[in-house]
């Protein structure tokens, strides 16, 4: 079963809408391999059970005098998520693993943001290398290990639903989405609307107790999925 914190930050998070009324998101369960199009306006994004991609073709975008280009990344995004929600695999002691998890992920965060990168990377391997092993399948049944379908469903839903809340929430201040990956978004919008903007981010940082980390981009080369080359602004 899904957190009762999740389902009471978000009533409707069986079917999420947009603005318009079209459905945006079902919390109807993937199969291993299976891929779902999503929509929002003219985006379109694939959903799978390793997360939200957006379908595009190549194209180069650059700011101007009145757009400009944010990339904002969910900070230790599935991490905190497990964490917000307390979410553990049930072969071990629930207090016990979160305990830990959450000291494994504050020194990350604090390694990441006092420049120490080996370590900060280090550590994000071995945060991510967890929620993935709550995916794979159980090697023994006898032998406590992190494999939890269950718990790797409801963080990949959850991850999947929030992204999508944040990214209807921009459209509605004016931003126009232009990629999506698993962790953020990057758009485009009217300089006119950056307060609006950088309200609705605010908001949905402090609903879901999530911090955005925001890089403002002058030129975007899209390539292919694997190929996205920015250049950020100082």
């Known amino acids: 079963a899904l957190p009762d914190l999740f389902k009471s930050q978000v009533p409707d998070w069986q079917t999420l809408l947009d603005s318009d009324g079209s459905e945006?998101?079902?919390?109807?369960?993937?199969?291993?391999?299976?891929t779902r199009l999503l929509s929002l306006g003219s985006l379109r994004i694939s959903r799978a059970v390793?997360?939200?991609h957006s379908i595009n073709t190549p194209h180069y975008y650059e700011e101007t005098d009145t757009q400009g280009l944010l990339d904002i990344d969910v900070e230790s995004y599935y991490p905190n998520i497990m964490l917000n929600y307390q979410i553990a695999p049930?072969?071990?002691?629930?207090?016990?693993?979160?305990?830990?998890?959450?000291?494994?992920?504050a020194a990350r965060i604090e390694a990441k943001r006092s420049g120490n990168l080996s370590t900060s990377r280090?550590?994000?391997i071995a945060l991510n290398s967890i929620y993935g092993?709550?995916?794979?399948a159980k090697f023994d049944d006898t032998i406590p290990?992190?494999?939890d379908g269950h718990s790797g469903f409801s963080v990949t839903l959850i991850g999947q639903a929030l992204l999508m809340i944040l990214i209807a929430d921009i459209?509605?201040?004016g931003a126009d989405p232009l990629l999506v990956n698993t962790d953020g978004v990057t758009f485009r919008y009217n300089k006119s609307c950056l307060p609006q903007i950088t309200l609705a981010l605010s908001n949905w940082e402090s609903h879901f107790s999530m911090i955005l980390e925001k890089k403002p981009v002058a030129h975007l080369l899209y390539l292919h999925v694997n190929a996205v080359y920015y250049g950020?602004?100082?």
């Open 90 to 105: 049930d072969g071990y002691d629930k207090q016990t693993f979160l305990n830990g998890f959450s000291k494994m992920l």
């Open 50 to 52: 390793g997360g939200l």
């Open 171 to 173: 459209r509605r201040a």
């Open 133 to 136: 092993k709550l995916n794979q």
């Open 24 to 34: 945006v998101f079902s919390s109807s369960p993937l199969a291993p391999k299976e």
């Open 122 to 124: 280090s550590l994000k």
């Open 145 to 147: 290990d992190l494999s």
């Open 232 to 234: 950020f602004k100082d």
